[in-house]
T-cell receptor
Framework: GNSVTQMEGPVTLSEEAFLTINCTYT??????LFWYVQYPGEGLQLLLK?????DKGSNKGFEATYRKETTSFHLEKGSVQVSDSAVYFC????????????FGPGTSLSVIP | EAGVVQSPRYKIIEKKQPVAFWCNPI?????LYWYRQNLGQGPELLIR????????DSQLPKDRFSAERLKGVDSTLKIQPAELGDSAVYLC???????????FGEGSWLTVV
């Protein structure tokens, strides 16, 4: 079946550090890939997405590239801020049906001043 | 454009009591999802609607959980009777096209004591 794997957290970084959160997926076919972010006490918000191989999603300084050859969608940011502290979820959905979104377990990020 | 609206935001109830959550999806979105998110985990699908039809309710604990979407727009999720293990965030989400972005509400945070 389809699944998403993320690096385990929690991740703690100093402000302005470089961030990478690894995400790999298993899917029968070619899914759309997403990163969602959940700030403390809030619901899930779409951060970025990519719908086909080699697409790069970007938003708020975050980037992720859809790599079909490595089945990966790693999240990166060049300089994190305290306000980036949140839980980040990698997710996939198959494009051919109204299927459920399959989420990874989430990676908690804490950025300290 | 209004996002997915959920209510109540927070609910504390005693075990064995009933509770209901309401969701209004984004206008025009025919597909509606209810997810449950336990603390420190990713969301898990409970039920998916296409218009008023429940097309995937395989993960819904039908002995105590029920859901409806009578007119294909708003939806309610009910738990009766609630158990301690039902404490979680209940997320509603909607989408308009297959494989497209799924938008989440802020969630209804349930605590069963």
């Amino acid at each position: 079946g389809n699944s998403v794997t993320q690096m385990e957290g929690p991740v703690t970084l100093s402000e302005e550090a470089f961030l990478t959160i690894n995400c790999t997926y298993t899917a029968t076919g070619y899914p759309s890939l997403f990163w969602y972010v959940q700030y403390p006490g809030e619901g899930l918000q779409l951060l970025l997405k990519a719908t086909k191989a080699d697409d790069k999603g970007s938003n708020k300084g975050f980037e992720a590239t859809y790599r079909k050859e490595t089945t990966s969608f790693h999240l990166e940011k060049g300089s994190v801020q305290v306000s980036d502290s949140a839980v980040y979820f990698c997710a996939l959905i198959m494009k051919t049906s109204y299927d459920k979104v399959i989420f990874g377990p989430g990676t908690s990020l804490s950025v300290i001043p | 454009e209004a996002g997915v609206v959920q209510s109540p935001r927070y609910k504390i109830i005693e075990k064995k009591q009933p509770v209901a959550f309401w969701c209004n999806p984004i206008s025009g979105h025919n597909t509606l999802y209810w997810y449950r998110q336990n603390l420190g985990q990713g969301p898990e699908l409970l039920i998916r609607y296409e218009n008023e039809e429940a097309v995937d309710d395989s993960q819904l604990p039908k002995d105590r959980f029920s859901a409806e979407r009578l007119k294909g727009v708003d939806s309610t999720l009910k738990i009766q009777p609630a158990e301690l293990g039902d404490s979680a965030v209940y997320l509603c989400a909607s989408t308009g096209e297959p494989g497209n972005t799924i938008y989440f509400g802020e969630g209804s945070w349930l605590t069963v004591v």
